[in-house]
């Protein structure tokens, strides 16, 4: 149980293009879903959590106008990077916390999205 | 805000136990999280301490100590498919903060 879905697993993209990413929880509601980036050899970074029908909190220094996010549905979160950058080439990783019985304190991990800006 | 430490690598021989630290400085503690993030994938949850003492797990043991804002993840009968980044996380003020994780290198 608690399986977290990304789509995709990689992309590749030109300078100044859009990337949607998707991050879906399979087995369980999804009461607030997190958004992560990781650079190599260093740690998760929060981006921004989401809460199901609200907006996004986005940390210090995370451009909301950037990094869209759209959580429209229990199951269901996108991160936008719009107008991407080399500079936004990373890992993204989306977590979730669950509904009960789905633990409301474990974040469980989606696969992870390669993004590759050109 | 929250500040967490751990060292970076270690290797260590296949049979073998590791012991893997984690310190942490938290204005808000909900419990502590250990994940293994092997490379270009996701972390993987491992276990989770609210309470001072020792959870175990089969080959994974984790202690924490919220007094001394300290824990450790012990892992016994090292496989070589337990070559990984282990990470500790604090869960506090609604968020995951991680530690940048400590790379495992098991050898035959």
């Known amino acids: 149980g608690a399986v977290v879905s990304q789509h995709p697993s990689r992309v590749i993209c030109k300078s100044g293009t859009s990337v949607k990413i998707e991050c879906r929880s399979l087995?369980?509601?999804?009461?607030?879903m997190f958004w992560y980036r990781q650079f190599p050899k260093q740690s998760l970074m929060l981006m921004a959590t989401?809460?199901?029908?609200?907006?996004?909190?986005?940390e210090q220094g995370v451009e909301k106008d950037k990094f869209l996010i759209n959580h429209a549905s229990l199951t269901l979160s996108t991160l936008t990077v719009t107008s991407a950058h080399p500079e936004d080439s990373s890992f993204y990783i989306c977590?979730?916390?669950?509904?009960?019985?789905?633990?409301?304190?474990?974040?469980?991990f989606g696969p992870g999205t390669r993004l590759t800006v050109l | 805000g929250q500040n967490i430490d751990q060292p970076t690598e270690m290797t260590a021989t296949e049979g073998a136990i590791v012991q893997i630290n984690c310190t942490y400085q938290?204005?808000?503690?909900?419990?502590l999280f250990w994940y293994q993030q092997h490379a270009g994938e996701a972390p993987t949850f491992l276990s989770y301490?609210?309470?001072?003492g020792l959870e175990e797990k089969g080959r994974f043991s984790s202690f924490l100590s919220r007094s001394k804002g300290y824990s450790y993840l012990l892992l016994k009968e090292l496989q070589m498919k337990d070559s990984a980044s282990y990470l500790c996380?604090?869960?506090?003020?609604?968020?995951?903060?991680f530690g940048k994780g400590n790379q495992v290198v098991v050898i035959p």
């Open positions: 977590s979730a916390t669950g509904v009960p019985p789905t633990s409301t304190d474990t974040q469980y």
């Open positions: 087995d369980f509601q999804a009461t607030t």
């Open positions: 989401s809460n199901e029908g609200s907006k996004a909190t986005y």
């Open positions: 938290t204005s808000g503690f909900n419990g």
């Open positions: 301490n609210v309470l001072d």
């Open positions: 996380a604090v869960s506090g003020n609604n968020r995951l903060a």
